[in-house]
């Protein structure tokens, strides 16, 4: 889905970055779903208040890397780091 405007005349198709789309597709999960304390909520219902868009999805990435491309083959920094849980066998992320 794009945000951009093609002008007239123009037969150039513009894409957003992936950055972009992950921002605006991935929806992390919250610290405090039940929100700030003493708030009123719906306990029945907690979750997205709004409907869900096309292509949004809940992500579990709380201890993941955001962009696993970026840090492709490079370790830790921290000693005593436990590994990344890369897969070797796969040289990009699922999209």
């Given at each position: 889905m794009s945000?951009?405007?093609?002008?007239?005349?123009?037969?150039?198709?513009?894409?957003?970055?992936?950055?972009?789309?992950?921002?605006?597709?991935?929806?992390?999960q919250?610290?405090?779903?039940?929100?700030?304390?003493?708030?009123?909520?719906?306990?029945?219902k907690?979750?997205?208040a709004?409907?869900?868009?096309?292509?949004?999805?809940?992500?579990?990435?709380?201890?993941?890397?955001?962009?696993?491309?970026?840090?492709?083959?490079?370790?830790?920094?921290?000693?005593?780091?436990h590994?990344?849980?890369?897969?070797?066998?796969?040289?990009?992320?699922p999209?």
């Amino acid at each position: 889905m794009s945000y951009y405007k093609k002008t007239k005349g123009s037969d150039e198709e513009y894409m957003e970055l992936s950055t972009v789309q992950s921002q605006r597709n991935e929806i992390l999960q919250e610290e405090f779903p039940e929100g700030p304390f003493g708030a009123a909520t719906n306990e029945n219902k907690l979750g997205k208040a709004t409907g869900w868009e096309n292509d949004q999805h809940s992500t579990t990435t709380r201890f993941t890397y955001e962009t696993r491309q970026l840090h492709q083959e490079m370790s830790r920094q921290y000693p005593g780091a436990h590994p990344t849980h890369d897969d070797p066998n796969h040289d990009n992320e699922p999209l």
